[in-house]
């Protein structure tokens, strides 16, 4: 019964470490990388999702979707049959809103309404709205019954120039025509001999989720690996069934932000955003979808099935051991040695490579967030490019009116090249006057004495002209005033009261703060508030005498986007030369204008830059166009304000990258695992008959049988392990004679005199130490204390302790003069001779325990410590000396001592002080001294085990680098 015990105990360990041990190994390998593919399925679909619900927030608003949608339905009319394109849409709108839809020559291609219906000139308003969208219908200045005709159709608050903005990009909103709320809202459009109207009821905008539900219908992707859906106070719409739906109902129904914007149920994981108190909208996206299939029970099995064979041969042999022989247990033992650390290290390169993965896109994301920043911060350059044009235009104009008063062909010269590369002259808006004269000059004409002449070519209307003068004449007064200011000149207040005035209409700011703001700004670019808008403006006193009196006063201020768009187009070519694969871009989100063109019509990533702000993309965040995933890093840019900058990294580059890496690791490691067992099995036949020869020994050294040696084996390790056993055979000779003379040198039994307490150990790094200590009665009834420690271990270490014995027995006479007793012994070591190299530190205390007087000699041993009877204080016991046999000629001394009652006297050896603690550094005596004092115990063996456990705790545990000996006497 016993026999069978041990047999299946011997199966069960061999089982537990050759077959379960790699199973689990494996099993929780497989695991940790189905559970890096889970969360990176994961990472994917989630950034998926953020995109997915970005976009379907901005359907949650009924009229901006509409705004959006109607323009995009009247891009899609420009390629396609318009009247098929604009009824698709209002089917797919559920008719929610009215068109008409009229071609070139004013007929009308279909409608959902009758124009008839409405009351007004539908003709002459069709024609006014052709006129106003024509590409130059930004100079298009209706009539008074063409405005009114409009307004009756449409409703009172009809602004025409409004108009164009339907089709903006930055327009999101329904032309609202009629306060009263009569007519409906309307958005419409003319380009390329096509003109829509369409007609909103205000009930198809408050009260509905078109946008949503078509956003679902028609934009969601049937392929996306999430479900989609939005939840209306109580009510849930989605794409389809969702997961745990009462678990997730009940937290998409409370809209708000406490329960975080993730919420996992036992089948699905949900990513929610609030849009408002009664508006949740989700993804839901099921486990089951991201697991690509697990691996780690079918390869496991795999395993098991593979290792099956060992169980039955095993459990066979349970009894006499596995009957294989010394090659085929090496093949073992090597795939086992071998296989079990490959796979480890297999996870863990695949957990690596992982991480690589990671660290790759994240320094892709890096280095192109890095070129984007340079890219916008370059753009000052821009500005000082213009600053340089307008400059050097000014000096030559300076030129000419230092002998002669300001003309018009002067002025138009610098006027010209000021402007000289701009694509079109009125995106500069400039304004300059002059200090005593009466002149002004703006981009397209000069003032002098209010006489407008004309310094360009093109013709505008009268209507315009009057605008334009009134324009030139407000800024007129505004600057000049600032010039009569800066120069000191006497203001009357009724002027100063019309200026503050035309200041606070032009600049949005009291007169003060706009003379600040031009002092400031003088020679350089700066945002300038002009009306309600901020744009960029150069202003430049001019002065064209030496001294502090300011001629003219000049105010160039560029239109929105201008100085933007001619930087991105003279330096985005050389700018697109970077990393590799890496495609930079720029998109303005107000109008169609992208470098490169190609992504002007890619809506995914247009919607995606419109998220941008000034704090660069986080790492890791990607897009799909086209099908292809793309690493996107980018922002809004700080200087060029207009655009957002962005760049795209194919993903799919990085991932073959580490496909290709991680087929490397596994072919690697089979290749491994092939050399490492066929390396056991051709190893296995060199190793027979050397193992059969240190058998031999090993069966020897059972016996005790020390006079046995072993044949040369060779020059290898087998051959080196002969030698050392050859010599280990000579040394187990002679130890087994130093062994048997240390085990008589310590002492047997302690002495129990009266007067005191005492206990002491000794422990040994090695077999033979160099410490020794004694504590005996002396013929005249004192007690003896000593310690030694002998340089070195081993067999000569343990004749000199041997020796030192015998000298303190023999020389019994000395020991009330322990100085002289040193010295006696210190040549008896000396005469060993000089070959032995021995010294060793020593000292001696005679104590007569009735008096507690104490004579105490020491031979280069550390102080003794000395507790005070409060156990509040230690000392030390100083008393110099040199090590027994280290001087030719020493000199040893000795001291008298009286120990209180109470006292404790500690005895110890280097053993204790040179240990390392935990953090490899020396305890030292103060470090020991310190813990005497905290573990103190009146018995001495109580004080001997809380000390030596405090000095493990210390030390980590560690082993002793030295041999070590304490002994505590504590007096009654």
Request: aromatic share 10%; hydrophobic share 40%; charged share 20%.
């Amino acid at each position: 019964m016993n026999a069978n015990l041990k047999n299946l105990a011997v199966w069960m360990v061999q089982t537990f470490v050759f077959i379960l041990i790699p199973v689990l190994v494996f099993y929780a390998g497989m695991s940790h990388i189905d559970q890096l593919r889970y969360e990176d399925s994961l990472l994917s679909v989630e950034q998926k999702v953020e995109e997915t619900l970005a976009s379907f927030a901005t359907h949650s608003n009924s009229e901006e979707f509409m705004a959006r949608t109607f323009r995009r339905a009247f891009i899609e009319m420009l390629a396609a049959n318009p009247a098929e394109v604009i009824k698709d849409y209002h089917q797919r709108l559920a008719g929610n809103f009215d068109y008409l839809l009229w071609d070139a020559s004013n007929h009308l291609l279909a409608g959902s309404i009758d124009p008839k219906s409405i009351e007004g000139d539908w003709r002459t308003a069709i024609q006014t709205i052709s006129a106003v969208f024509a590409p130059r219908g930004k100079h298009y200045e209706p009539s008074d019954y063409e405005v009114i005709n409009l307004r009756k159709i449409f409703g009172p608050q009809l602004v025409i120039e409004d108009l164009s903005e339907n089709i903006s990009e930055s327009n999101n909103l329904l032309m609202a025509t009629d306060s009263s709320g009569k007519k409906p809202r309307c958005w419409i459009a003319s380009f390329r001999g096509i003109t829509l109207v369409i007609l909103v009821e205000q009930a198809a905008i408050s009260t509905s989720d078109n946008g949503l539900r078509y956003y679902m219908q028609h934009l969601h992707q049937t392929e996306a690996p999430f479900i989609l859906g939005f939840a209306r106070k109580d009510q849930i719409t989605s794409t389809d069934s969702i997961p745990d739906r009462e678990t997730a109902s009940a937290v998409l129904r409370q809209h708000s932000l406490k329960n975080g914007l993730k919420l996992v149920t036992p089948q699905a994981h949900y990513f929610m955003r609030i849009i408002d108190d009664d508006l949740t909208l989700f993804a839901a996206v099921r486990k089951d979808s991201l697991a690509a299939g697990s691996n780690n029970i079918p390869f496991t099995i795999m395993l098991i099935l593979l290792l099956a064979p060992y169980l039955w041969i095993g459990w066979k042999n349970a009894g006499n051991g596995m009957r294989f022989s010394i090659s085929r247990k090496l093949l073992l033992l090597f795939a086992y040695s071998s296989g079990l650390p490959l796979s480890m290290l297999f996870f863990v390169g695949y957990d690596y490579l992982a991480q690589k993965q990671y660290a790759m896109f994240d320094e892709i994301h890096a280095q192109g967030t890095k070129f984007l920043k340079n890219f916008d911060e370059r753009f000052k350059s821009e500005e000082a490019r213009q600053i340089f044009q307008i400059s050097h235009a000014l000096e030559e104009l300076k030129e000419a009116c230092r002998n002669q008063p300001i003309a018009v062909e002067p002025y138009k010269i610098f006027a010209d090249k000021a402007t000289a590369d701009l694509a079109d002259r009125h995106d500069l808006r400039m304004f300059m006057v002059a200090s005593e004269t009466r002149f002004t000059g703006t981009i397209t004409a000069a003032y002098i004495n209010n006489k407008r002449i004309e310094i360009t070519s093109e013709r505008i209307s009268e209507r315009t002209r009057k605008k334009k003068d009134e324009e030139a004449e407000a800024f007129t007064a505004l600057l000049r005033f600032i010039l009569s200011t800066l120069n000191g000149d006497t203001i009357d207040a009724r002027t100063a009261t019309e200026i503050e005035m035309i200041a606070e209409s032009i600049m949005q700011k009291s007169l003060l703060e706009v003379q600040n703001e031009f002092l400031q700004a003088n020679g350089q670019i700066t945002m300038m508030g002009l009306g309600t808008s901020r744009s960029r403006a150069l202003v430049e006193l001019i002065s064209l005498h030496t001294g502090k009196k300011y001629d003219f006063l000049l105010m160039a201020t560029w239109n929105a986007e201008v100085l933007e768009h001619t930087y991105a187009r003279r330096q985005f070519l050389n700018a697109s030369r970077n990393i590799d694969h890496l495609q930079l871009g720029m998109i303005n989100e107000d109008s169609s204008l992208s470098f490169p063109a190609d992504f002007a019509g890619n809506i995914a990533l247009r919607e995606y830059a419109r998220k941008f702000t000034h704090r660069p993309v986080p790492p890791r965040q990607f897009i799909t166009i086209n099908h292809q995933d793309y690493l996107i890093m980018g922002f809004r840019g700080k200087y060029m304000s207009y655009f957002n900058l962005f760049g795209l990294y194919p993903a799919q580059l990085i991932k073959d990258k580490i496909y290709h890496e991680k087929k490397r690791l596994i072919s690697f490691g089979f290749m491994s695992l092939l050399l490492a067992m066929l390396l056991g099995q051709l190893l296995s036949y060199s190793f027979l008959y050397p193992l059969k020869i240190l058998a031999e020994g090993a069966e020897a050294i059972q016996l005790r049988n020390f006079d046995k040696r072993l044949p040369e084996l060779g020059r290898d390790e087998f051959g080196e392990m002969a030698r050392v056993f050859n010599t280990t055979m000579v040394d187990f000779e002679e130890l087994k004679v130093a062994g048997a003379v240390q085990e008589h040198l310590l002492p047997g039994k302690l002495p129990e005199p009266e007067g005191c307490r005492i206990y002491a150990r000794s422990f040994s790094r090695g077999d033979l130490g160099g410490d020794y200590y004694d504590c005996f009665i002396s013929a005249d009834d004192h007690l003896c204390l000593l310690t030694g420690d002998v340089s070195g271990h081993g067999a000569g270490a343990a004749l000199i302790m041997a020796m030192a014995k015998a000298a303190i027995m023999k020389l019994e006479n000395l020991h009330n003069a322990p100085a002289e007793l040193l010295m006696r012994m210190h040549q008896l070591i000396a005469a060993t001779g000089q070959h032995q190299l021995k010294t060793m530190s020593f000292q001696f205390f005679n104590i007569d325990v009735n008096s507690c007087q104490a004579v105490y000699s020491n031979a280069g041993s550390w102080p003794p410590l000395l507790i005070s009877h409060d156990q509040k204080t230690i000392s030390e016991i100083s008393l110099p000396g040199p090590r027994l046999g280290a001087l030719k000629k020493p000199q040893f001394t000795s001291r008298k001592l009286t120990f209180g009652n109470g006292e404790t006297l500690l005895l110890y050896t280097d053993g204790l002080i040179k240990a390392l603690d935990i953090r490899s550094q020396m305890i030292g005596l103060e470090n020991f001294k310190i813990m005497a004092v905290e573990n103190f115990h009146p018995d001495p063996q109580t004080f001997f085990d809380r000390l030596m456990a405090a000095h493990r705790m210390r030390t980590g545990n560690r082993e002793l680098q030295d041999d070590t000996t304490l002994i505590i006497v504590v007096f009654n």
